[in-house]
């Protein structure tokens, strides 16, 4: 199965600064035939289920804002928040889609304000 | 617009089977690349994927829990139940069904349905 680790467990951002979060998968993601990274980002609002950000990596799911990216390659990626706001405050996680035999999820990232 | 919505018992006592139902609109199982999921969440843990159907009905099951669980669709009844079998305390947990296509990523997902082990 391919692992997925997230990290930080948890980060404090200030209003209007940005903020990081890495996903590190144990096995490579990257199809090559297509040059795609099979990577998917979540948003999890308290007592809501998760909300597709990105796809493909770096591929905003339509009505995100622009403020949310996604980069990376292969086994690292990174999901950029590059002006936190209020409503940002959630747990992020990353998901493998490249076995789908067994999709996997990182452990989340939990984002509050500082 | 697609939604989804998990039905079942709120509390199933150890070594009982669950059944999870997972209601859907908006498209339809008949569809080529079309699938429902079933993910769980623990209380203040992370996602883990369960299981999936495809328009086609081919089945995946997590390795770790694959003897434990039987997914099925009712096409007609736009409906997919997930059975999860020898329930115990450490399965309590919210229990959502979602979208998924051949692409691979959950969109949308149900609220989701918590789920108590306990005797």
């Known amino acids: 199965d391919i692992v997925m680790t997230q990290s930080p467990d948890s980060l404090a951002v200030s209003l209007g600064e940005r903020a990081t979060i890495n996903c590190k998968s144990s096995q490579s993601v990257l199809y090559s035939s297509n040059n795609k990274n099979y990577l998917a980002w979540y948003q999890q609002k308290p007592g809501q289920p998760p909300k597709l950000l990105i796809y493909w990596a770096s591929t905003r799911e339509s009505g995100v804002p622009d403020r949310f990216s996604g980069s990376g390659s292969g086994t690292d990626f990174t999901l950029t928040i590059s002006s936190l706001q209020a409503e940002d405050v959630a747990v992020y996680y990353c998901?493998?889609?490249?076995?789908?035999?067994?999709?996997?999820f990182g452990g989340g990232t939990k984002v509050e304000i500082k | 617009q697609i939604t989804l919505k998990e039905s079942g018992p709120t509390l199933v006592k150890p070594t009982q089977t669950l059944t999870l139902t997972c209601t859907f609109s908006?498209?339809?199982?008949?569809?080529?690349?079309?699938?429902v999921g079933w993910i769980r969440q623990p209380p203040g843990k992370a996602l883990e994927w369960l299981a999936l159907?495809?328009?086609?009905?081919?089945?995946r099951y997590s390795p770790s829990l694959k003897s434990r669980l039987t997914i099925t669709k009712d096409t007609s009844k736009n409906q997919v139940v997930l059975t999860m079998t020898n329930m115990d305390p450490v399965d309590t947990a919210t229990y959502y069904c979602?979208?998924?296509?051949?692409?691979?990523?959950?969109?949308?997902w149900g609220q989701g349905t918590l789920v108590t082990v306990s005797s």
């Open positions: 908006g498209f339809s199982l008949s569809t080529s690349g079309v699938g």
């Open positions: 979602a979208h998924i296509t051949f692409r691979g990523w959950f969109d949308p």
């Open positions: 159907i495809y328009w086609d009905d081919d089945k």
């Open positions: 998901q493998q889609y490249y076995s789908t035999l067994f999709l996997t």
